[in-house]
């Protein structure tokens, strides 16, 4: 995200004609959206989307299971 976010804000530099982008090559400009494309490929082969997914959920899972239990007066549950 902050490769497409560095992106827009180098193309519109560009554009407008506003602070040193404007002396660069185009490709300098555009190599955030294409490293953009290159991290998505590659979190996408490797399982890291999918881990993150998964991580979230567990987290999710972990606080409606200890809301339940603080509902029914039990607390969340002690590591001994």
């Keep these: 995200m902050y490769l497409l976010i560095l992106g827009c804000m180098?193309?519109?530099m560009k554009y407008m004609e506003v602070g040193p982008p404007t002396e660069w090559p185009w490709w300098v400009v555009l190599a955030p959206f294409g490293l953009a494309v290159i991290w998505w490929w590659w979190a996408d082969f490797s399982g890291y989307t999918k881990k993150k997914q998964m991580e979230k959920e567990d987290a999710r899972r972990k606080a409606?299971?200890?809301k339940s239990r603080e509902a029914?007066?039990?607390g969340?549950?002690?590591?001994?």
């Design 10 to 12: 180098l193309l519109f």
């Design 64 to 66: 409606r299971i200890d």
């Design 72 to 74: 029914l007066g039990m």
């Design 76 to 80: 969340p549950k002690k590591r001994r």
